[in-house]
């Protein structure tokens, strides 16, 4: 089965730990993509990446970090300078970077105690 | 900037009704317009997508027609079931650009 998997669907730390969320995709695409989501909002981008090894950031980089070392992960690691980390966590993939269609896995919410 | 806008929920409706969900969209030049369902705990799943103008998406029973002159894509069904039960958004793609701009989204509740 082809798709994209988001590890694990649900997290819980302690405020001031770093912790990384899990996304990995058989697609084969190279765009990959993580977004926050807040109750009663839309998604917004957090960062992408067309290629391996390279990243831009989104309307909401601060507090986060991300690599792409293989085409089929997309880390995201959740600093403690991030104000409010407690949300929900999608990734996304595309075929590519100037291909319209992203395709989400099934998210991670993150609770930050 | 680019941004979408959709009607405010929730909205609840029996089953075997009509539905429409108003959206609307600001962006310069003519993006590619989704529409993506949520289902409880669970991610975005792509209902229907128009890449330019007068282009009619349909899935599922759902459709949308992408109207230029009045930035609208709106989305219709004619007779809604249980199972469509979800939250809803709109979202719209640059030309020439990789972020997808998201409405607020609307959660629809169907009651049988």
């Known amino acids: 089965d082809g798709g994209i998997t988001q590890s694990p669907k649900y997290l819980f730390r302690k405020e001031g730990q770093n912790v990384t969320l899990s996304c990995e995709q058989n697609?084969?695409?190279?765009?990959m993509y993580w977004y926050r989501q807040d109750p009663g909002q839309g998604l917004r981008l957090i960062y992408y990446s067309q290629i391996v090894n390279d990243f831009q950031k989104g309307d909401i980089a601060e507090g986060y970090s991300v690599s792409r070392e293989k085409k089929e992960s997309f880390p995201l690691t959740v600093t403690s300078a991030q104000k409010n980390p407690t949300a929900f966590y999608l990734c996304?993939?595309?075929?590519?970077?100037?291909?319209?269609?992203?395709?989400f896995g099934p998210g991670t919410r993150l609770t930050v105690l | 900037g680019d941004s979408v806008t959709q009607m405010e929920g929730p909205v609840t409706l029996s089953e075997e009704a009509f539905l429409t969900i108003n959206c609307t969209y600001t962006a310069t030049g003519y993006p590619s317009l989704f529409w993506y369902v949520q289902y409880p705990g669970e991610g975005l799943q792509l209902l229907l997508k128009?890449?330019?103008?007068?282009d009619k998406g349909s899935n599922k029973g759902f459709e949308a027609t992408y109207r230029k002159e009045t930035t609208s894509f709106h989305l219709e069904k004619g007779s809604v079931q249980v199972s469509d039960s979800a939250v809803y958004f709109c979202?719209?793609?640059?030309?020439?650009?990789?972020?997808?701009?998201f409405g607020q989204g609307t959660r629809l509740t169907i009651n049988p």
């Open positions: 697609l084969n695409h190279d765009a």
């Open positions: 996304a993939s595309s075929r590519d970077g100037a291909t319209d269609t992203q395709y």
């Open positions: 128009a890449t330019k103008a007068d």
């Open positions: 979202a719209l793609m640059p030309r020439r650009a990789q972020k997808l701009v």
